[in-house]
């Protein structure tokens, strides 16, 4: 389609698709926000998207409140060097373990329980798991509304993303170095959604079972900076 087509050329697209989680204006004035203007707590987040297969990235992501301040992305690392990666980050930049967030499926395992065997119980996501029952506003924050129901958590986080990019919450430092900031601006763009059954809101997830249905199908990649921007402001309710 013509989605394919833009991203081959390498272009990103400024024009939203009906279906289209997260619409552009919201992306563009997240990278043009100041830091200061974006909300936090004055504590430390943090997420880690670890690659499943041989050519995604395992994409880690860090600052405070619901800034993004610095992402680091490792090919072909192995789980025991990403769990003590993740401990050593941690140390560094002070992020307490309950917001450091992991994806566990898969290989993610191996990470989470070298983060802990060495001192950092680090929260579990586990994307195909149960949404979590109540995610209410917060210090300015909105929260979901509880009528919203969701197929999976992984939906839901990448739905509590779009809220507060909608509500300017979210800054994207401008340190961030260029290729870094265009694959987190593709992997925003690139999620659909849809009501499922039961009323209940699907994102299109990373594998999809049709050429339309699929993010890394479209996208030509696995959307991993993305995944682990939703994780991280979703850490606390994991």
């Not at 990470?111 to 210090?139: N, Q």
Request: charged share 30%; aromatic share 8%.
């Amino acid at each position: 389609g013509v989605m394919q087509a833009v991203y081959e050329r390498g272009e990103l697209v400024a024009v939203d698709a009906p279906d289209q989680l997260i619409k552009y204006e919201w992306v563009k004035a997240a990278f043009e926000r100041l830091p200061e203007d974006a909300w936090t707590d004055g504590r430390q987040r943090m997420a880690c998207d670890v690659a499943r297969f041989g050519d995604d990235e395992t994409t880690t992501g860090v600052g405070e409140g619901y800034v993004l301040e610095y992402v680091e992305a490792a090919k072909g690392q192995d789980t025991t060097a990403t769990g003590k990666r993740l401990v050593s980050l941690a140390n560094e930049r002070s992020v307490a373990a309950e917001l450091v967030a992991v994806d566990v499926v898969g290989l993610g395992s191996g990470a989470a329980d070298t983060a802990r065997s060495e001192g950092l119980d680090v929260a579990e996501f586990v994307g195909g798991a149960s949404p979590v029952p109540h995610v209410d506003e917060a210090d300015g924050r909105p929260g979901l509304e509880d009528s919203l129901e969701f197929n999976n958590l992984r939906s839901q986080a990448l739905w509590y993303l779009r809220v507060q990019l909608e509500a300017g919450t979210v800054a994207f430092s401008a340190d961030l170095p260029a290729d870094v900031k265009r694959k987190l601006q593709e992997d925003l763009l690139a999620p659909r959604y849809r009501i499922g059954q039961e009323k209940r809101i699907e994102v299109e997830p990373k594998d999809g079972k049709s050429k339309t249905w699929g993010i890394k199908q479209r996208l030509g990649r696995s959307p991993d900076y993305g995944d682990m921007e939703a994780m991280r402001l979703f850490a606390e309710h994991l």
